[in-house]
């Protein structure tokens, strides 16, 4: 599917419907945080994968992306047809989040803040599977509407401080993640350490 298709409110919406019988959610708004903390990770996946690894990152421009839906409608991954000069990445990626967070918003109900907070988790998350560091992150979420990404260490490994969630624990039987930033920051560390294979301190 072409990514463009996220500017697209019908195709939005069958989305969101079918996000929302998956996960049993009937709250419009937290149905389209929940598809965009995935569908996020995947759009920003190319672009973050091939800045950290060098050379001419691929362009995060939406006409550049195709995505890759699960049956149930999961964007699972993207691929980029195109590359860019590194120093365009920070802003056409801003630029492909600015009309991705306003299509979610609209059609959704979801407040574009916290769209871009999970845009910032997801890129901090993609640059981190890759290999980057913090310095990375931060130079490719450089857009003032991106808040700064964070990490931690933990158990000797670098994480994700989260700014963002994903509200999936109000879906039925589900419960926050191990990260999640709404929980006692000593839950999650606790949480965080047993996952990675640490006796919580």
Known sequence: MPATAVTDPSWLTTQFAAAAHRYRMDRGAS???????????????????????????????????????HEDGRVLDARASSFVDRLAVPVRLAATLSVCVNSVATVSGAARRTLWAIATDSLANRVLWAGGSPADAAALAADERLPAPRHVEVAGQ???????????YEAPGQQK?????????????????TALGQEPG
């Open 177 to 193: 993640c191990t990260s999640c930033p709404r929980q006692h920051p000593d839950d999650r560390l606790r949480r965080l350490q």
């Open 31 to 69: 149905v389209g945080v929940l598809w965009w903390y995935s569908a996020s990770s995947a759009l920003l996946g190319p672009s973050a994968e091939s800045y950290v690894y060098g050379g001419r990152p691929a362009d995060p421009a939406l006409r550049s992306l195709t995505l890759f839906l």
């Open 158 to 168: 670098r994480v994700v401080r989260r700014a963002s969630c994903c509200l999936i």
